[in-house]
């Protein structure tokens, strides 16, 4: 069975660099988020999407933004990156429609990593 | 917001002890989802709780979700080597996204 793609599966940047990175829902997936691990830590919510608009947002800095597109994959955005930026970066996708079962299905991650 | 705490942060047992991690949520909850991270890998689903008291059993896992739906646990029995990784229970509230505890590792002592 299909599950969630994200691509690059590592990314190197520099600080004040900027970053984009993409994900792949699993087809007919109505709900998308992305998520910030940091080491040893928990996956910090950021930004949700339902049918492709913004349905909420978490703890996502300024210098982030993120879209859904009309393909309901999305791309997380990290300008002015610094070395606090570094971390995995998790999409899920879910389907909330179905609310017998809105689990989320999370991809490998993203790792970032500033220097 | 909401606010989902689980404890306790980390655990270490015997192989063939039990082990149990709680989790507990500031606001009533819709559903309570667990999942299990392996070192190095990404956050699977392991269960889903959605009504008041409801009891789950996988094998030689157990997850209950309170009455007022604001706390839930999981427990394993006789844990196996093949347990070890971080569990993490995530709580949804309505229209909320799903907030993550901050995950218990459990290290297995073969």
């Known amino acids: 069975a299909a599950g969630v793609i994200q691509s690059p599966r590592h990314l190197i940047k520099e600080k004040r660099e900027t970053a984009t990175l993409k994900c792949y829902p699993i087809?007919?997936?109505?709900?998308v988020y992305w998520y910030q691990q940091g080491p040893g830590q928990d996956p910090q919510f950021l930004i949700s999407f339902y049918e492709k608009m913004q349905s909420d947002k978490g703890s996502i800095p300024d210098r982030f933004s993120a879209q859904q597109f009309s393909d309901y994959h999305s791309e997380l955005n990290m300008s002015s990156l610094e070395l606090g930026d570094s971390a995995l970066y998790f999409c899920?996708?879910?389907?909330?429609?179905?609310?017998?079962?809105?689990?989320?299905?999370f991809g490998q991650g993203t790792r970032l990593t500033v220097v | 917001g909401q606010q989902v705490m689980q404890i306790p942060q980390y655990q270490h047992v015997q192989e063939g002890e039990d082990f149990t991690t709680y989790c507990n949520s500031s606001?009533?909850?819709?559903?309570i989802q667990w999942y299990k991270q392996r070192p190095g890998g990404h956050p699977v689903f392991l269960i889903q709780?959605?009504?008041?008291?409801e009891v789950k059993k996988q094998k030689r896992l157990t997850f209950q979700f309170g009455e007022a739906k604001k706390n839930s646990s999981l427990h394993i029995t006789a844990t196996q080597t093949t347990d070890v990784g971080t569990y993490f229970c995530?709580?949804?509230?309505?229209?909320?996204?799903?907030?993550f505890g901050k995950g218990t590792r459990l290290s297995v002592i073969a």
């Open positions: 087809p007919r997936h109505d709900t």
């Open positions: 606001t009533t909850l819709s559903n």
């Open positions: 709780l959605v009504k008041s008291g």
């Open positions: 995530a709580g949804k509230g309505g229209n909320t996204p799903l907030v």
């Open positions: 899920a996708s879910s389907l909330e429609g179905n609310s017998r079962s809105p689990e989320a299905f």
